[in-house]
Protein backbone atom coordinates (compact mmCIF):
# COMPACT_ATOMS: atom_id res chain seq x y z
CA UNK A 1 0.00 0.00 0.00
CA UNK A 2 1.10 3.79 -1.14
CA UNK A 3 -0.47 6.90 -0.17
CA UNK A 4 -0.37 8.92 -2.91
CA UNK A 5 -2.29 12.19 -3.37
CA UNK A 6 -5.80 13.02 -4.24
CA UNK A 7 -6.06 14.05 -8.20
CA UNK A 8 -6.56 10.35 -9.99
CA UNK A 9 -5.50 12.54 -13.15
CA UNK A 10 -1.83 13.51 -11.30
CA UNK A 11 -1.70 9.76 -9.89
CA UNK A 12 -2.32 7.93 -13.28
CA UNK A 13 0.28 10.35 -14.93
CA UNK A 14 2.91 9.57 -12.12
CA UNK A 15 2.11 5.86 -12.33
CA UNK A 16 2.30 5.90 -16.16
CA UNK A 17 5.68 7.66 -16.06
CA UNK A 18 7.32 5.28 -13.52
CA UNK A 19 7.73 8.28 -10.70
CA UNK A 20 6.15 6.31 -8.28
CA UNK A 21 8.60 4.18 -6.03
CA UNK A 22 7.79 0.98 -4.14
CA UNK A 23 7.71 1.06 -1.05
CA UNK A 24 9.62 -2.36 -0.82
CA UNK A 25 12.41 -2.12 -3.12
CA UNK A 26 12.19 1.11 -4.51
CA UNK A 27 11.91 0.12 -8.20
CA UNK A 28 9.09 1.83 -10.13
CA UNK A 29 5.36 1.25 -10.13
CA UNK A 30 3.24 0.54 -13.25
CA UNK A 31 -0.18 0.23 -13.87
CA UNK A 32 -1.91 -2.88 -12.34
CA UNK A 33 -6.17 -2.40 -12.37
CA UNK A 34 -7.95 -0.81 -9.94
CA UNK A 35 -9.32 -1.89 -6.06
CA UNK A 36 -12.38 -2.67 -4.99
CA UNK A 37 -14.84 1.02 -4.57
CA UNK A 38 -15.45 1.74 -1.28
CA UNK A 39 -17.60 4.49 0.59
CA UNK A 40 -15.52 7.75 2.15
CA UNK A 41 -17.46 9.62 4.12
CA UNK A 42 -17.12 13.30 5.40
CA UNK A 43 -19.73 15.50 7.46
CA UNK A 44 -22.75 14.22 6.37
CA UNK A 45 -21.61 13.48 2.76
CA UNK A 46 -20.36 10.23 1.08
CA UNK A 47 -18.58 9.71 -1.80
CA UNK A 48 -17.10 6.78 -3.47
CA UNK A 49 -13.53 5.68 -3.93
CA UNK A 50 -11.65 3.03 -6.03
CA UNK A 51 -8.05 3.20 -5.36
CA UNK A 52 -5.62 2.45 -8.28
CA UNK A 53 -3.15 -0.54 -7.85
CA UNK A 54 0.05 -0.82 -9.33
CA UNK A 55 3.23 -3.45 -9.89
CA UNK A 56 6.51 -3.04 -9.17
CA UNK A 57 8.45 -3.10 -12.51
CA UNK A 58 11.63 -4.77 -10.23
CA UNK A 59 10.01 -7.09 -7.53
CA UNK A 60 6.35 -7.70 -9.35
CA UNK A 61 4.51 -6.92 -5.82
CA UNK A 62 1.46 -5.23 -6.19
CA UNK A 63 0.19 -2.14 -4.10
CA UNK A 64 -2.77 -0.66 -3.82
CA UNK A 65 -2.47 3.50 -4.03
CA UNK A 66 -4.38 4.79 -1.67
CA UNK A 67 -5.17 8.63 -1.64
CA UNK A 68 -4.17 10.76 1.36
CA UNK A 69 -7.73 11.91 1.57
CA UNK A 70 -7.99 7.78 3.27
CA UNK A 71 -6.54 5.48 6.06
CA UNK A 72 -6.32 1.86 5.81
CA UNK A 73 -9.58 -0.11 6.19
CA UNK A 74 -11.40 2.87 7.80
CA UNK A 75 -14.23 4.66 5.92
CA UNK A 76 -13.93 8.17 7.00
CA UNK A 77 -12.16 10.87 5.55
CA UNK A 78 -8.63 11.70 7.60
CA UNK A 79 -9.72 15.16 8.52
CA UNK A 80 -12.88 13.24 10.21
CA UNK A 81 -10.34 10.94 12.03
CA UNK A 82 -7.90 13.88 12.69
CA UNK A 83 -10.85 16.02 14.29
CA UNK A 84 -11.54 13.11 16.76
CA UNK A 85 -7.87 12.71 17.74
CA UNK A 86 -7.95 16.40 18.32
CA UNK A 87 -10.64 16.65 20.27
CA UNK A 88 -10.15 13.78 22.82
CA UNK A 89 -6.67 15.74 23.20
CA UNK A 90 -8.54 18.81 23.79
CA UNK A 91 -10.41 16.81 26.89
CA UNK A 92 -13.27 15.48 24.72
CA UNK A 93 -14.47 12.43 26.06
CA UNK A 94 -15.47 9.34 22.54
CA UNK A 95 -19.33 10.21 22.97
CA UNK A 96 -18.69 14.06 22.77
CA UNK A 97 -16.62 13.48 20.07
CA UNK A 98 -19.24 11.09 18.51
CA UNK A 99 -22.39 13.34 18.68
CA UNK A 100 -20.28 16.57 17.34
CA UNK A 101 -18.92 14.61 13.92
CA UNK A 102 -22.20 12.59 13.38
CA UNK A 103 -20.67 8.89 13.42
CA UNK A 104 -21.39 6.03 16.33
CA UNK A 105 -20.10 6.33 19.52
CA UNK A 106 -18.64 2.77 18.58
CA UNK A 107 -16.94 4.15 15.64
CA UNK A 108 -14.77 6.72 17.31
CA UNK A 109 -14.22 4.73 20.61
CA UNK A 110 -12.68 2.06 17.81
CA UNK A 111 -10.83 4.77 16.36
CA UNK A 112 -9.62 6.12 19.54
CA UNK A 113 -8.19 2.66 21.09
CA UNK A 114 -6.62 1.73 17.58
CA UNK A 115 -4.92 5.30 17.89
CA UNK A 116 -4.17 4.47 21.47
CA UNK A 117 -2.60 1.28 20.55
CA UNK A 118 -0.32 2.58 18.03
CA UNK A 119 0.47 5.76 20.08
CA UNK A 120 3.83 5.12 20.76
CA UNK A 121 4.86 3.58 17.15
CA UNK A 122 3.62 6.87 15.97
CA UNK A 123 5.23 9.35 18.18
CA UNK A 124 8.19 7.60 17.26
CA UNK A 125 7.11 7.74 13.31
CA UNK A 126 6.33 11.98 13.45
CA UNK A 127 9.26 12.41 15.61
CA UNK A 128 11.59 11.57 13.16
CA UNK A 129 10.37 12.66 10.64
CA UNK A 130 10.28 16.44 12.04
CA UNK A 131 13.88 16.45 12.99
CA UNK A 132 13.97 14.68 9.18
CA UNK A 133 12.35 17.90 8.08
CA UNK A 134 13.98 20.05 10.28
CA UNK A 135 17.30 19.39 11.89
CA UNK A 136 17.60 22.06 14.22
CA UNK A 137 14.43 21.52 15.84
CA UNK A 138 13.72 22.09 19.93
CA UNK A 139 13.46 19.05 21.95
CA UNK A 140 9.75 17.90 21.46
CA UNK A 141 8.65 17.82 25.32
CA UNK A 142 6.52 14.98 26.44
CA UNK A 143 3.06 15.47 27.69
CA UNK A 144 2.94 12.13 29.79
CA UNK A 145 0.02 10.10 27.84
CA UNK A 146 0.81 8.38 24.99
CA UNK A 147 -1.97 9.59 22.71
CA UNK A 148 -1.43 13.06 23.57
CA UNK A 149 2.16 12.59 22.68
CA UNK A 150 1.21 10.90 19.22
CA UNK A 151 -0.75 14.05 18.42
CA UNK A 152 1.97 16.75 19.64
CA UNK A 153 3.95 14.32 17.52
CA UNK A 154 2.02 14.67 14.24
CA UNK A 155 1.63 18.75 14.76
CA UNK A 156 5.27 19.09 14.94
CA UNK A 157 6.40 17.03 12.06
CA UNK A 158 3.22 18.11 9.83
CA UNK A 159 4.86 22.22 11.18
CA UNK A 160 8.26 21.32 10.09
CA UNK A 161 7.33 19.45 6.90
CA UNK A 162 4.97 22.81 6.05
CA UNK A 163 8.12 25.07 6.73
CA UNK A 164 9.80 22.80 4.22
CA UNK A 165 7.69 21.92 1.56
CA UNK A 166 4.74 24.78 1.97
CA UNK A 167 1.03 24.57 2.98
CA UNK A 168 -1.02 20.89 3.20
CA UNK A 169 -3.92 20.15 4.72
CA UNK A 170 -2.83 19.12 8.00
CA UNK A 171 -4.22 15.44 8.73
CA UNK A 172 -3.87 14.59 4.85
CA UNK A 173 -0.55 15.33 4.74
CA UNK A 174 0.07 13.04 8.21
CA UNK A 175 -1.88 10.29 6.11
CA UNK A 176 0.80 10.76 3.46
CA UNK A 177 3.47 10.82 5.67
CA UNK A 178 2.35 7.90 7.62
CA UNK A 179 1.18 6.05 4.49
CA UNK A 180 -2.46 5.82 5.09
CA UNK A 181 -1.34 4.04 8.43
CA UNK A 182 -2.32 5.81 11.08
CA UNK A 183 -4.56 3.38 12.98
CA UNK A 184 -3.36 0.44 11.37
CA UNK A 185 -0.55 -1.88 12.44
CA UNK A 186 1.48 -1.38 9.56
CA UNK A 187 2.75 2.12 10.56
CA UNK A 188 5.12 0.13 12.25
CA UNK A 189 6.52 -1.57 8.91
CA UNK A 190 7.37 1.77 7.25
CA UNK A 191 10.50 2.35 6.18
CA UNK A 192 12.81 4.70 8.30
CA UNK A 193 12.82 8.30 8.06
CA UNK A 194 16.83 9.37 6.49
Same mark, same amino acid.
Given at each position: ? !?? &???D????????SA?? !?? @? =?? @???????????? /????????? /???? %? =???????? @?? &??????P /?????? %???? &???????? /?????G??????? %?????????????L??F?????R? %? &??????????D =???????????????????????????V??F????P?Q?????????? !??????????V?
Amino acid at each position: M !LS &VENDPAAVETELSAGR !LA @C =PG @CGGALGPWGHGQ /ERPLRRGST /EERV %R =PRRSCCRS @CH &VTHVLLP /ETTLLR %RRDH &VEVIGAAL /EARVAGDGYRVIA %RSLGRDRSTVRNWLCSFRTLAERV %R &VRFTALAYAFD =PDLSPIAPAGDALFDAVAAIGVALRAAVQRFGPRPPWQLASRLANGAL !LSNTICHLPTVS
